[in-house]
């Protein structure tokens, strides 16, 4: 879906018709089902360990997971009304300052970040904790949309159309690494490499990256051990089943229990702190063990409409900045759901990918469904045809 840049900011004068005053029913709708689907898994995946308390955290409430994955479900809801009510020049305007925001909060995240489980991706507000990262993805988009409608004609110079793209993308990534956060960086590489190739970057460029890519894992295999114990586990988990290959033998358990038509919701068996991260990054196991491949397939199929309507609003944009900001993060939804079925069904190495509206997270999922506003913004103003 490569368009010529001058083609798309020219989008406006080919067909004034058309206008809709309000936004994009069916998507919005698709919007609600797959939120409504994942609050409901939420609670039934969490309560075990909700209950069991591990981490002295919530008090042996079964439903405290579930009761703040509601709240933010609902703060959510009303972020994706409020970007929805915006207009698309409200997003074009303050794309610069909001990329220097996220960049200021991703340099504090590796001085005074939250540490987890060795790593330090979040910055405490309070009793609140915040994801950069998640900001750094809408930043991305929306920055990189503006520069590509201000470079009608320019994106296949290297001076104009690449090297300043690519400066945000090593100084982003750079960040990340720091902290460490690897599944952020490549699904922020994905995105911006997507971006580009939209705005009309040749293709021999995305050849060229591909090859510095496979290098730049080549030492990442090399000098973070992290890394290369992940690719190693990936190619063989049950050469380690009680160790390091646990957690992914421990999905593939889960969603084997599932067969057809599944255990029942509420049923899962593995969820009782047999599989880790049962209500977040490895929710979508549970849901195949509790609905079966049936019930695993028709939510693919509620994100493949969602994903199909956001391209046709895409398709349909009046200029150049709507187009890409709407392309962009349909893209950034579809990368994301893929990368975690992926990952949990190992066909992917194991890294921690939430499944968008379903994995228990605030700032994650507020901010998707603010993401989600901002396309229901775009689709009221659409060439009809």
Known sequence: MQYDSARLADFSVLNTRGKKAGFDQPFFTLVLILLGFGVVMVLSASFPRAYYDPGHVTGGSATYYFIRQLIFALLGVGAMLLCAALPMGFYRRYALPFMAFTLVLLALVPLIGVRANGSRRWLGVGSLTVQPSE??????????????????????????????????????????????????????????????????????????????????????????????????????????????????????????????????????????????????????????????????????????????????????????????????????????VFLNVAVVTNLLPCTGISLPFFSYGGTALILQLAQMGIILSASRDVLEG
């Not at 470079?151 to 110079?157: A, L, P, T």
């Open 135 to 336: 900001l750094a993805k809408l930043a991305v988009i929306l920055l990189f949309s503006r520069m590509i409608q201000q470079r009608r004609g320019q994106m296949r110079s290297f001076r104009r159309g690449i090297l300043p793209f690519s400066l945000i993308l090593a100084l982003i990534v750079g960040l990340l690494v720091l902290e460490p956060h690897f599944s952020a960086s490549i699904i922020i590489l994905a995105v911006g490499a997507a971006m580009l190739f939209m705005g009309g970057v040749p293709l021999g460029w995305f050849l060229a990256a591909i090859g510095s890519a496979a290098a730049a894992i080549g030492v990442l295999l090399v000098f973070f051990p992290y890394a290369s114990s992940r690719i190693m586990i990936w190619r063989d988990p049950f050469s380690s089943p009680s160790d390091e290959g646990y957690q992914i033998v421990q999905s593939l358990y889960t969603i084997g229990s599932g067969g057809l038509g599944g255990v029942g919701l509420g049923g899962s068996r593995q969820k009782y702190l047999y599989l880790p991260e049962e209500h977040n990054d490895f929710i979508f196991s549970v849901l195949c063990e509790e609905l079966g491949f049936l019930g695993a397939a028709l939510v693919l199929l509620l994100f493949s409409l969602l994903i199909l309507r956001g391209f046709q609003i895409a398709l349909h944009q009046r200029d150049c900045f709507s187009f890409l900001v709407t392309a962009g993060l349909t893209t950034l939804l579809a990368l994301q």
